[in-house]
C-alpha cells in the first residue's frame, strides 16, 4: 500500500491547520481552558494551556502516523490494498472530526456560545455513520475491524461480521445524529446500549459463523505439534 501526496495532503493541511491555530492562540489563551463538556452541554472540566492547545494537535499527528505505519507493520498487509479505499476515508474522517473538535475547544476558549455538546453529538455520529459504511468493505487483518479470535480464523466470519457491524456503526451515528438535532438526553443512552449489546451480538455472531464454517482455519502458532 503506497501513500504519496495526493493521498495525503488533505491530513497535512487539518494538521497544519491545527498546529497553526495553537501557534497563533499560545499567547493570548486564557489560563483554564475548557477540556470536557458533560451531557448537558456544560463545562465540567478545564485544563491548562499545554493539555488544551498542544494535547489535540499531537494526538492527532500521532494517530496519523499510527495509521501510515499500520499496513507496513500488519503480517497481513498484502490485504490492505483490497481495501485502500475503505482506509482513506477512514483515517480522513477521523482526522476530520479531530480538526473540528479543535476547533470547538477555541471557539468556547475565546468566548463564543458554541453548543459544544450538540457539535459533539453531530460530529461522532457522522464519524459513525461514515465509517459504519466502510466496515463491510475491509478485508481481514490483524489491526483494523472487528477483530475476535474467530473472524481473524475464518473469512465467511469476517466478512459477514463487518456487515453487520457496519450496520450497528450506522444505527449508532443515527442516534447520535438525532440527538444532535432533538437533544433529548435519553438517545445517548439508547446510542449506548445499542453499542454494547451490538458488540456483545457481534462476538457471539463471528463465533457462530466461525463454527459453521468448513474452511476456518486455526491461527497461526496454534496447531498441535508436529502437524
Do not use: C
Not at 95 to 100: K, N, S
Not at 111 to 134: I, K, P
Amino acid at each position: 500500500m503506497r501513500f504519496t501526496w495526493r493521498t495525503e495532503w488533505p491530513h497535512w493541511l487539518i494538521l497544519a491547520g491545527m498546529f497553526a491555530l495553537a501557534t497563533t492562540s499560545w499567547g493570548g489563551a486564557p489560563d483554564r481552558i475548557p477540556a470536557h463538556w458533560g451531557l448537558d452541554g456544560q463545562v465540567d472540566r478545564y485544563s491548562g494551556k499545554l493539555e488544551g492547545i498542544l494535547l489535540l494537535p499531537i494526538l492527532a499527528a500521532g494517530i496519523y502516523l499510527v495509521f501510515l505505519l499500520l499496513p507496513r507493520l500488519d503480517p497481513g498487509r498484502a490485504n490492505y490494498p483490497s481495501f485502500a479505499g475503505a482506509y482513506a476515508v477512514v483515517r480522513l474522517s477521523v482526522l476530520v472530526v479531530l480538526g473540528v473538535i479543535y476547533g470547538l475547544i477555541h471557539a468556547a476558549m475565546r468566548g463564543h456560545d458554541v453548543s459544544v455538546g450538540g457539535w459533539m453529538s453531530l460530529t461522532t455520529g457522522a464519524l459513525l455513520v461514515v465509517v459504519g459504511n466502510q466496515f463491510g468493505k475491509i478485508r481481514p487483518n490483524w489491526f483494523v475491524g472487528f477483530r475476535t479470535p474467530w473472524t481473524l480464523s475464518s473469512k465467511v466470519a469476517w466478512t459477514r461480521t463487518h456487515r453487520a457491524a457496519g450496520w450497528m456503526l450506522v444505527a449508532a451515528g443515527m442516534l447520535l445524529l438525532a440527538h444532535a438535532v432533538l437533544r433529548v438526553a435519553w438517545l445517548l443512552h439508547v446510542m449506548l446500549g445499542v453499542v454494547l449489546l451490538g458488540l456483545v451480538a457481534l462476538t457471539v455472531y463471528s463465533y457462530v459463523l466461525w463454527r459453521n464454517d468448513p474452511e476456518k482455519t486455526p491461527p497461526a502458532g496454534t496447531l498441535p505439534a508436529g502437524n
